[in-house]
């Protein structure tokens, strides 16, 4: 069955390699376009054990990959090279180690179909099925490779297949795989079938799906399910600036490590809403997730997002600053039940209170629990529960666990042409226990505070300066934060910045993490050269994002794209 | 199998480069055809990205990402003119996934933002652009072609940016 599947597969993937040398002429403009990017990103790593920077034989490491894209009107292919052999050290650790060609596909797309072979990324509704999606910073990469149809029949209804196996790493030994991922999605969109609901105000859709996972069942003591199903039904409604969504997935018995082989029913629901007019925006959303790890692989462990074909949403406030990269709450598929509700508003520009330029607040709540869980009877006297159906758990009763809470209150305002102010104050509870392992079972709670000033100096030179304070007796106490960036629009970013854990109970470690960094930026390309220490979490300099972890060294990074 | 695949690869990527036409065409991009969704839920393909002949700023952004919103509110402070004086129309694509994408809508109207806001909730466009990180921000000419682009942001880009815009606009 599966060498004729790939044997058809092979035959898709030539046929759409050859259409643009079949159909010159009318489908194909010129000779096509080629793009593509690169990153490099390399380290110097220098010991420290002061902060835990892990030690590696290897000091000089790098990320290393280039994607290359073919288009020629309704066709592409493309292809990515990663050279990953001595990774960074982060990646080291979750297992994203080696080199070679991880991505390739060929694409054929019209208004009505389109057809790919080769590997991909797809999202079915908000990914409670299916979410073969990449995160290159965080080293996560699902991508499936087999083939994907999707039609669009008549405007407004939109079909999907796919059939795949999903990337692990770097082991490019396919046909040995003994897994794979199958599944469909529809979708309809009821105001592009009827234009007029468009017009009064209306917007309603709704979709379903169904993915489903093989598996070889060998075990030895369980009867295990060869294959584990995965459906959801979700909606989307909207009148005037009134919004509710939803969906709802369940999961058919899924035996695996990361429940401890049990063969409950997994199911999530997820309800968000929301009203907003110009100035002003709010919105509540709901969450409740019960057993929905769903993954390629049933040994894997759900520590690492590694072979995960679903992707189940954390609805918390998504923090950027330094000091609580530390305390960021990953959603937890196998167990939340929990609330966020946020508002954004705009005092008006020219108006006494909003100032010339105008305000802008938010605040934000979110509250996460575990779930309810009543467990059946140990089937054996050391309390194992695997082979049985685990637990039973009221639907909407919040666990007795408190996992993850924040409260907060964010301000920015332009003083005039010069001076902007941006004032915030954050409040958070963060359970380590159940959510990072450690011993400790006293909640985290952190109030964090921080002034961002900016002072353009003229139309190209501006002066940033970040400070920030996180007040807390637990974890490693407290921290004071302080950047100072200066840029010169648009080609450089100059910044020195130092955390300084003042407040560790242990003397040694009161350690100030300096930083300094020089960024060269040019239309699309992006240099960059850092020295400091850096404290696992997400760091922001020089415009972008990203996560990195403990270390100490000089690194440099490399990013264009053409 | 691969090698096949990595054969004609080479060949449509080697091809471009000794042909002598159409070196015009090859002088701009243009937008990949992507399906995203506007803020009802609709699809929409970037293809049909327009302004009837008038400059066009696309720019990636995400609830999260502090340098995107700060690039976005300074243009937000200035737009109103930019529109009258240019009739320029920005498209901000939000790359927010399911963890945030349902709060762009009240983020954007809490802002009180006049741009045209479309979702790349899996990033298809942001990949098919060849975009790294966000923030990132390209013009359009009046043929909707990419004739500037760039990453980050520093205060000030603003005001590159509109040089660009103008310079399409009174041609």
Same mark, same amino acid.
């Given at each position: ?94 297992? *994203? ?150 969906? *709802? ?107 010339? *330029? ?172 850092? *020295? ?31 | ?171």
């Amino acid at each position: 069955m599966k060498r004729q599947l790939l044997f058809l597969w092979q035959i898709l993937f030539l046929a759409l390699l050859l259409i643009p040398s079949l159909t010159k002429g009318q489908s194909t403009i010129g000779r096509g376009k080629i793009s593509g990017d690169f990153s490099f990103s390399g380290m110097y790593y220098l010991p420290d054990s002061l902060i835990n920077a892990t030690e590696a034989e290897e000091k000089v490491r790098a990320n290393t990959y280039l994607n290359l894209l073919y288009t020629n009107a309704n066709f592409s292919v493309g292809a990515r090279y990663e050279f990953y052999l001595f990774p960074l050290i982060d990646f080291e650790q979750i297992g *994203y180690k080696g080199q070679g060609i991880t991505y390739f596909f060929a694409d054929y797309k019209n208004d009505f179909l389109q057809v790919t072979a080769g590997s991909f990324y797809e999202q079915f509704g908000n990914g409670f099925t299916l979410r073969a999606y990449e995160d290159r910073a965080l080293g996560i990469d699902n991508s499936l490779y087999g083939a994907r149809v999707k039609v669009t029949p008549y405007s407004g209804i939109n079909i999907k297949a796919i059939w795949g196996i999903q990337r692990k790493n770097f082991d490019f030994n396919f046909m040995d795989r003994k897994d794979f991922v199958r599944g469909g999605d529809m979708e309809v969109v009821f105001d592009e079938i009827f234009p007029k609901m468009s017009e009064r105000g209306f917007s309603t859709s709704v979709g379903g799906s169904f993915v489903s996972k093989y598996e070889n069942p060998k075990d030895v003591t369980l009867k295990l399910p060869a294959n584990v199903g995965v459906w959801s039904l979700r909606f989307l409604f909207r009148y005037k600036g009134f919004r509710i969504e939803s969906e *709802y997935a369940n999961k058919i018995n899924d035996p695996n490590l990361g429940n401890g082989f049990i063969y409950k029913n997994g199911e999530a629901l997820f309800i968000t809403t929301s009203y907003s007019q110009k100035g002003l925006g709010v919105s509540l959303s709901f969450i409740r997730t019960d057993n929905m790890d769903f993954r390629s692989q049933r040994n894997t462990p759900n520590t690492t997002p590694l072979l995960q074909i679903n992707n189940m949403p954390s609805i918390n406030h998504q923090y950027t600053y330094a000091l609580l990269g530390n305390y960021s709450f990953v959603s937890q598929p196998n167990g939340e039940i929990g609330l966020q509700l946020q508002a954004n508003y705009n005092i008006p520009k020219k108006t006494k209170i909003g100032g010339k *330029y105008g305000t802008d607040l938010t605040i934000h709540y979110s509250r996460l629990h575990d779930i309810d869980k009543q467990f059946v009877a140990a089937s054996d006297s050391l309390g194992s529960l695997k082979g049985t159906d685990g637990y039973t758990s009221h639907f909407l009763k919040f666990g007795k666990n408190l996992l993850y809470q924040d409260i907060g209150f964010e301000m920015s305002r332009r003083l005039n042409s010069h001076w902007k102010l941006g004032l915030e104050y954050n409040f958070l509870t963060y359970n380590l226990h159940l959510l990072q392992g450690e011993a400790d079972t006293n909640l985290f709670k952190g109030h964090h505070a921080g002034v961002e000033v900016q002072y353009k100096i003229n139309s190209r030179h501006a002066l940033r300066l970040d400070a920030q304070h996180l007040y807390s007796k637990q974890d490693m106490g407290s921290w004071l934060h302080l950047l100072i960036e200066y840029s010169i629009s648009p080609h450089w970013f100059f910044s020195v910045a130092d955390a300084w854990n003042y407040g560790n109970s242990q003397k040694e470690k009161k350690i100030h993490y300096f930083n300094v960094a020089a960024t060269y930026i040019i239309k699309t390309t992006r240099i960059s050269l850092q *020295y400091g220490k850096t404290r696992e979490g997400i760091l922001c300099s020089g415009g972008v994002c990203r996560t990195v972890p403990a270390s100490y060294g000089v690194g440099l990074s490399v990013i264009t794209s053409f | 199998m691969k090698k096949i695949f990595f054969f004609i690869l080479f060949c449509y990527f080697v091809n471009p480069i000794f042909s002598q036409e159409d070196s015009q065409t090859a002088k701009f991009s243009t937008l990949p055809s992507v399906d995203i969704k506007t803020l009802d839920g609709k699809n929409f393909n970037t293809k049909d990205i327009d302004n009837e002949g008038k400059p066009i700023i696309i720019s990636l952004w995400a609830t999260w990402c502090r340098p995107c919103i700060e690039e976005l509110t300074a243009i937000a402070e200035l737009y109103d003119d930019w529109v009258e004086e240019t009739g320029v129309k920005l498209y901000a694509i939000s790359v927010d996934d399911s963890k945030t994408a349902s709060r762009v809508v009240p983020f954007v109207n809490g802002r009180a933002w006049e741009y045209e806001v479309l979702q790349d909730v899996n990033s298809d466009f942001k990949r098919a652009m060849n975009v790294v990180d966000i923030p990132y921000l390209c013009v359009l000419n009046e043929k909707r072609e990419i004739v500037w682009q760039h990453t980050s942001y520093a205060p000030g880009n603003e005001n590159e940016i509109y040089e660009v815009v103008k310079k399409i606009s009174n041609k």
